[in-house]
């Protein structure tokens, strides 16, 4: 499960960007139960690494699922209901918040393109600001995902299809492209599915699996070595030593 840079050479680390403005609101209750699953397709956030400190992005920040996974740090500003003890909090993206066109973008359709919005969950927004305010104007910015571990790649599928979904991604915590390499076959390059799956139509059972993945926003590439091996079966999830930083 060795991990090496394409071409021997690894990039400069994920650097946080600028402060930029948004809103945000919550949805669900202190539980985040209705967080799970999400349209990044990372299941239960709990079991997956990402816990409660999660948030839903408008279309114009989910970038048809290739923003999943990638981490931003915000903080409320100018609001009477800002929780001043607090500098920022820091979310993963892991599901849509999808327009709403039967209301207007200033009055309840904060989502809608080309609003950049933030539809926490409830413990992470209360972190930020009293759940009473409903809405709060927030600075917000990516930051590195700072993860313990490898990337994990977890399988569904059958014997002609393999589906990937692939969670605990650090760095940019995003990805772009992602290829598959039994231990009999050259890479093959794996297509978007949605969220953060990718598949690949072959047949690759009684194979040793490698990755290598393209982060969306560095664009460095990594290679994850016999990550799954040669037994491996759909259902099962294979965690590797490698990831962005």
Not at 29 to 41: L, Q
Request: net charge positive.
């Amino acid at each position: 499960m060795k991990s090496t840079a394409a071409g021997g050479k690894v990039s400069s680390y994920f650097q946080p960007g600028p402060w930029t403005q948004a809103h945000a609101t919550f949805y669900g209750d202190e539980t985040a139960r209705e967080t799970m699953g999400g349209a990044c397709g990372y299941g239960n956030l709990f079991s997956s690494g990402y816990g409660t400190d999660t948030a839903a992005l408008s279309s114009q920040l989910f970038k048809d699922g290739y923003a999943c996974g990638s981490c931003y740090q915000i903080k409320c500003v100018e609001s009477p209901y800002c929780n001043k003890n607090v500098a920022f909090t820091t979310v993963t993206a892991t599901n849509i918040c999808p327009p709403n066109w039967s209301q207007d973008s200033n009055n309840g359709g904060w989502c809608n393109p080309p609003r950049s919005h933030f539809d926490m969950s409830k413990p992470a927004f209360m972190k930020i600001a009293y759940w009473r305010a409903g809405i709060v104007p927030v600075l917000y910015r990516r930051v590195p995902c700072i993860k313990n571990g490898g990337i994990q790649f977890s399988f569904q599928g059958n014997g002609y299809w393999l589906l990937v979904y692939v969670t605990n991604v650090g760095g940019g915590g995003d990805i772009a492209n992602m290829w598959v390499k039994g231990s009999k076959t050259d890479w093959i390059s794996m297509s978007h599915n949605w969220g953060a799956s990718y598949q690949a139509f072959a047949t690759l059972g009684g194979q040793a699996l490698s990755f290598k993945i393209t982060s969306y926003t560095t664009k460095q590439t990594i290679v994850l070595w016999n990550v799954a091996p040669s037994n491996w079966n759909v259902g099962l999830s294979y965690k590797c030593s490698g990831n962005f930083h």
